[in-house]
């Protein structure tokens, strides 16, 4: 018998490239997932309310001499072109929604 449960999920935003999600685990824990191309990180619920309070200043960023951005997530920083900044960007505005 087989006492495994998957967590029930739910897509909170979505882009070309780009997902964020929210996973209901079956020991009550939330957990959210923010996927961006081949990386996906993951946010327990203090880490993800840090992550919306600082969409305001995210969209304020500005690039760096070679054109790249970059977003650091609790020792992980993701650089990003202007394209992929621009598609992260509409993903984080429509967190907000």
């Given amino acids: ?5 998957d ?9 070309d490239n780009f997902m964020a999600w929210r ?3 079956p020991d009550g824990e939330t957990t959210y997932y923010l996927q961006l191309g081949r990386a996906t990180i993951n946010f327990f619920m203090e ?3 840090e992550l ?5 200043e995210l969209k ?3 690039a760096n ?6 977003v650091s997530f609790d020792n992980v920083d993701v650089w990003m072109d202007n394209e992929d900044w621009t598609e992260f960007l509409q993903l984080l505005r429509d967190l907000e929604k």
Avoid: V, Y
């Avoid at 001499?65 to 970059?70: D, P, T, V, Y």
């Fill in 47 to 49: 880490e993800w309310d």
């Fill in 7 to 15: 967590p029930e999920t739910e897509t909170l935003a979505e882009t």
């Fill in 60 to 62: 304020q960023a500005k």
């Fill in 23 to 25: 996973a209901n685990e």
């Fill in 65 to 70: 001499e070679e054109g790249m951005f970059a």
């Fill in 1 to 5: 018998m087989n006492n495994h449960q």
């Fill in 52 to 56: 919306l309070a600082s969409i305001a």
